[in-house]
Each structure stands twice: as structure tokens, then as C-alpha cells.
Nanobody
Framework: QVQLVESGGGLVQAGGSLRLSCVAS????????VGWFRQAPGKEREFVAA????????SYADSVKGRFTISTDNAKNTVYLQMNSLKPEDTAIYYC????????????????WGQGTQVTVSS
């Protein structure tokens, strides 16, 4: 059974940084693409970033490009999302998700989800 556990969320002032972690309990983690999504109150879940299996190519939403960085540590079955220059509009619950193969930007194309971690950015 695949489980994903996110951590690292919290309250930060605008302009600050946070690093989210997502640990996956899955056999052969390197076969999976990992995506980060977020959902703000009253809004739909949106794509943030993704990395291909084995820590390959990455993709970012335009709203976070240049500020967020996704990376993997295959030895630890962990994916990180480094978030810099945070803005109040980044406030949301952040979820990591797993799919076998290559990344997609649609949430419906991911098979496994974590419970989410809250990120709040104050102005």
C-alpha cells in the first residue's frame, strides 16, 4: 500500500521561505513521477510543480516559476519543494501526489495522495 506523508508547512511572512517534504512508502520510488499541488479555500486544486521519475525533468506552474524548486532524494524516497519569496497568494494546503511513469499537470492523473500540509503566508 502506497502512503505519502508531507511535512514542513507553517506560517511565514511574505518574502520568506519554507521547504516541504514528501516521503513515499513505495517500492521502487524511482519509477514514479511526483507532483505538488495546492488548494486554497474556495478554489480548485491546482498544479504547482512536478518531477519525472528518477529525479528527471521538472515542470512548474507559471505562478511559482523562479521561486519554487522541486527536487528528489531517491535514496530516501523523498521529494522536496523549496519555496522562496513566498507571497500571500501562495497560502494553501499543499499536497504531494504520485503516479507511475511520467509527470502530468492534472490532479486527476495522479493515483496516490498525501494528507496535505498547510502553508500560510502573512502580508
Amino acid at each position: 500500500q502506497v502512503q505519502l506523508v508531507e511535512s514542513g508547512g507553517g506560517l511565514v511572512q511574505a518574502g520568506g521561505s519554507l521547504r516541504l517534504s514528501c516521503v513515499a512508502s513505495v517500492r521502487t520510488f524511482s519509477n514514479y513521477a511526483v507532483g505538488w499541488f495546492r488548494q486554497a479555500p474556495g478554489k480548485e486544486r491546482e498544479f504547482v510543480a512536478a518531477v519525472n521519475r528518477g529525479g528527471g525533468s521538472t515542470s512548474y506552474a507559471d505562478s511559482v516559476k523562479g521561486r519554487f524548486t522541486i527536487s528528489t532524494d531517491n535514496a530516501k524516497n523523498t521529494v522536496y519543494l523549496q519555496m522562496n519569496s513566498l507571497k500571500p497568494e501562495d497560502t494553501a494546503i499543499y499536497y504531494c501526489a504520485l503516479r507511475y511513469g511520467y509527470y502530468r499537470s492534472k490532479a486527476t492523473e495522479y493515483d496516490y495522495w498525501g494528507q496535505g500540509t498547510q502553508v500560510t503566508v502573512s502580508s
